[in-house]
């Protein structure tokens, strides 16, 4: 094979490998809008939020430490134990769903029915406010975040593929990062589990339901409300797998809330509503910012990633409104 | 004709039995517009029961109260001789009571087959672990689910769409899907609001005798709300007449027929 080729493909493993990740962010923006239609802007602060609490559970930290000390004078700061990753994930989930029930039962119960930039700016007071507890709750320093995924490339990847080189001196097998590797898995199993829960079981066929049509789902006996916990769960539940997978790469801190911003192209790329728009949107993103980088990056000096993605989303909002596979929107005249 | 406690025999000599929803000085206000005036009445088991009215006399109201979509301000609903605490619609629906809605509320997105199904929510029980660790079991209830759901497509004939998406279907047959979600949950007490609107003479011939057919073969008690005066008379055993959210009749079609406070209410004297 010809290096350049080599070096592509190269690119695009790894674009697909962020993509499916961009995918999984976006995922949980879809699912709460299907459903609510509230477009949730504190989806990324909810990762980091996720990320923070599964790290502050783990290494055994107090909750409102500060707050705690402040008042009472005391110096408490850690329980003195650590937690396995696997409960602390566990009692992660469990924060989560408790956040779900509390945010459906103070915030957007009473906003059924509120225009859609009203349920916007809701999301924007929650996603602030939500930034505000964590930092209370567990502080704002850098956390490395360490739930024993590997790191580092895939020696194994590299020495199985030198071959494709056919004696090129310069290739030394492709070179793909354990950790995305991992989280494509996890990010794929996820988004099959996702699927398969909202075609075979009741709760799922319910939330297609109640996605569709309230009045319709409310007549056939549908709780909307604890639809909404439950999406609003799972959605908590998406947020924290990004949260463990950015985390575990750079730290969990304030800026992991901004992988939200990624997911916007995404979405406008996939349609709001639907679930394969926003794994195929994902991987489109994924390799084509990657690939863009690659060919036309060195030409106009590099960083292309930052502006790519949303140059190519708003082609597509120009072109398609609706996304790839989103409802096609008919104007009603 | 008419016996308070036990029921009664129709014309057509079927046997009508207690009274299964009750409604007691029923009233309800949007804002200042009074929407029920007071009204009571009640549905017997196994009849065809009709409420009739010019537009905005408040029929489709009195069906939200039943269903639970709207809570009057006063007043009581007896369900099998018990009061019923201030339901939420899901819950009414729990209870043994689908409906239809005079604007059609169907599930847009996916196919016939899918909205009938959606009718039998509330009949799985098997919760979301259990699906998961019991796979036998979930198998069973979904057969069991899909039986009943081709069974109710093969008998309101509809089984050249079932595959088809309902946003793609005529106004008549989207009107005979809902009846079909509607029937698949096998309710105790169908509501339907205006079943037969915007339809042509053939489609309302059909949706009579599908209604007709449901109450004769699964014995279900309907509560249905009709314009078309002719219709009423064939289909129902009893008619609530109201206008301006008032009762201002009740019996059967050849009573309230008769009644001058309905014929002036149709033909408009006491207002305009
Ligand atoms: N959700 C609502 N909010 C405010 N007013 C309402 C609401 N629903 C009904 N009304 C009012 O209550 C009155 C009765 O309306 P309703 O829809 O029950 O009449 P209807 O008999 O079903 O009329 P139609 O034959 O046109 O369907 C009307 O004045 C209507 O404007
Ligand atoms: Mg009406």
């Known amino acids: 094979m010809p290096e350049s080729l080599l070096y592509g493909t190269e690119v695009v493993l790894n674009g697909l490998m962020a993509g499916v990740l961009y995918a999984l962010v976006a995922l949980g923006f879809v699912l709460i809008y299907k459903a609510s239609g509230i477009f949730n802007y504190a989806q990324g602060v909810m990762a980091l939020f996720a990320a923070m609490t599964l790290y502050g559970i783990m290494v055994g930290q107090v909750p409102f430490a500060h707050l705690i000390n402040a008042i009472f004078g005391t110096h408490i700061h850690n329980f003195g134990w650590e937690v396995p990753a696997i409960i602390a994930i566990v009692l992660t989930v469990v924060v989560m769903v408790l956040f779900a029930w509390l945010v459906q039962q103070y915030i957007f119960r009473h906003l059924v029915g509120q225009e859609p930039i009203i349920l916007f700016m809701a999301t924007i007071g929650l996603a602030y406010f939500l930034e505000g507890v964590a930092d209370l709750m567990w502080g704002s320093e850098i956390k490395a975040l360490d739930v024993g995924l590997p790191q580092g490339g895939s020696l194994w990847i590299e020495e199985n593929t030198q071959w494709l080189g056919m004696g090129n001196e310069n290739f030394y097998g492709f070179f793909l990062d354990q950790l995305d590797l991992i989280a494509t898995v996890i990010a794929a199993v996820l988004v099959i589990a996702l699927v398969a829960f909202s075609q075979y079981t009741k709760q799922g066929r319910a939330m297609r339901a109640v996605a569709d049509d309230h009045q319709a789902a409310l007549s056939v006996g549908i709780n909307l409300n604890f639809i909404w916990v439950l999406v609003w769960s799972v959605a908590g539940f998406v947020a924290l797998v990004a949260g463990i997978v950015w985390g575990s790469k750079s730290g969990v801190q304030f800026s992991l809330s901004l992988i939200a911003l990624k997911a916007l192209p995404v979405l406008m790329l996939g349609g709001f509503t639907s679930i394969p728009g926003a794994i195929v949107g994902g991987l489109i993103i994924g390799v084509g910012e990657k690939l863009f980088e690659f060919s036309i990056g060195p030409l106009v000096g590099g960083a292309t990633e930052n502006w790519f993605a949303y140059v190519l989303a708003l082609l597509f909002l120009v072109f398609r409104p609706q996304g790839l596979f989103g409802d096609k929107i008919i104007e009603r005249v | ?272």
């Open chain 2, 1 to 272: 004709m008419l016996d308070a406690s036990e029921g009664y025999v129709t014309e057509d000599g079927r046997q009508i039995g207690g009274v299964v929803m009750e409604m007691k000085n029923i009233t309800l206000r949007f804002g200042g517009v009074v929407a029920i005036k007071d009204i009571s009445f009640d549905i017997r088991e196994g009849e065809i029961r009709a409420i009739i009215g010019p537009n905005g006399a408040g029929k489709s109201s009195m069906l939200n109260v039943i269903s639970g979509f709207y809570v009057p301000q006063e007043g009581e609903v007896f369900f099998h001789g018990k009061k019923r605490p201030q339901m939420r619609p899901y819950e009414v629906a729990q209870q043994g009571i689908a409906r239809t809605f005079q604007n059609i509320a169907l599930f847009e997105g996916m196919s016939v087959l899918d909205n009938v199904m959606t009718g039998r929510l509330n009949h799985m029980k098997t919760g979301l672990f259990s699906q998961a660790l019991w796979k036998g079991k979930a198998e069973r209830e979904e057969t069991e689910n899909r039986e009943i759901v081709e069974r109710v497509i093969d008998f309101l004939e509809i089984q050249h769409i079932r595959k088809t998406p309902v946003s793609r279907l005529p106004y008549g047959l989207k009107k005979r899907v809902e009846l079909a979600r509607a029937l698949a949950a096998e309710p105790k007490l169908l509501l339907l609001d205006e079943p037969m609107a915007g339809m042509n003479v053939e489609e309302k011939e059909d949706m009579s005798r599908f209604i007709l057919d449901v109450n004769d073969e699964f014995g279900t008690t309907i509560a249905l709300i009709e314009h078309d005066m002719g219709v009423v008379m064939d289909l129902s055993d009893r008619v609530v007449v109201m206008d301006y959210g008032k009762k201002i009749g009740d019996g059967t079609p050849d009573e309230v027929r008769t009644n001058q406070d309905v014929i002036d209410a149709y033909l408009g004297v006491s207002h305009d």
